[in-house]
């Protein structure tokens, strides 16, 4: 299964149910602007280059807005979101990058989306795609937690399921367990910690540090 199909399709719909204007998780997108953000990661190269380079990211930041705001009618955000929907053209790279780039990528937007505007019941997902998910989690964990893990520790468990992320501290009281469904650990460790539906269990000063987490990546 290319889980980054389905995931898409899902993003597609919520962009549809959302309508121009609708906020959403990202700090400053609205959702055309997300849609935006999508369209030029696959369609532009200099926009994408934007998105890892710091010295071109001003520019891409620029682009994503003023596409997005270009798009606020009806139907320049349905075109937008067709393209969204249809994905990369054949000559981008991202065409045939599949579930390791992709997956994850569309399927936080997605939540961006349907969680803009307040909370919704999670989704229920296979359990494939949850294995999947937790494959690319446990690989990414230590990377997106750096900064926590260079004084304290952490461990991912979801149900069936747990990983240690980095070494184990010296100190007890600086360990943490973050616990929630796969999705849920997913949105928090991309940075959508006060939409995420996660639990913190630890030393009081460890869980505290953690939920003044205001990380966006």
Do not use: N
């Not at 943490?176 to 650990?185: A, F, H, M, P, Y």
């Amino acid at each position: 299964m290319s889980w980054h199909r389905s995931e898409r399709a899902v993003l597609a719909d919520a962009l549809t149910a959302a309508g121009p204007g609708t906020p959403t998780l990202c700090e400053g997108w609205r959702a055309e602007h997300l849609a935006a953000h999508v369209v030029l990661r696959e369609r532009s190269l200099l926009a994408a280059a934007g998105i890892a380079l710091p010295p071109l990211t001003a520019r891409t930041s620029r682009l994503t807005l003023k596409t997005g705001d270009a798009a606020t009618d009806p139907a320049g955000f349905a075109a937008l979101v067709t393209q969204v929907r249809q994905g990369p053209p054949a000559w981008s790279p991202l065409r045939w990058a599949g579930d390791l780039v992709q997956h994850v990528e569309l399927f936080v937007h997605a939540e961006d989306v349907r969680r803009g505007a307040g909370p919704v019941p999670a989704r229920t997902l296979p359990a494939a795609q949850e294995d999947a998910l937790w494959r690319a989690l446990t690989r990414s964990a230590r990377l997106l937690y750096r900064d926590w893990l260079r004084t304290h520790g952490l461990v991912l468990a979801a149900p069936g399921r747990t990983a240690r992320v980095g070494r184990r501290p010296l100190d007890p009281d600086a360990d943490l367990v973050l616990r929630g469904s796969v999705g849920e650990l997913v949105l928090h460790a991309y940075g959508r910690t006060s939409a995420a539906d996660v639990t913190l269990e630890g030393a009081p000063p460890a869980v505290a540090q953690m939920q003044a987490d205001v990380r966006r990546v």
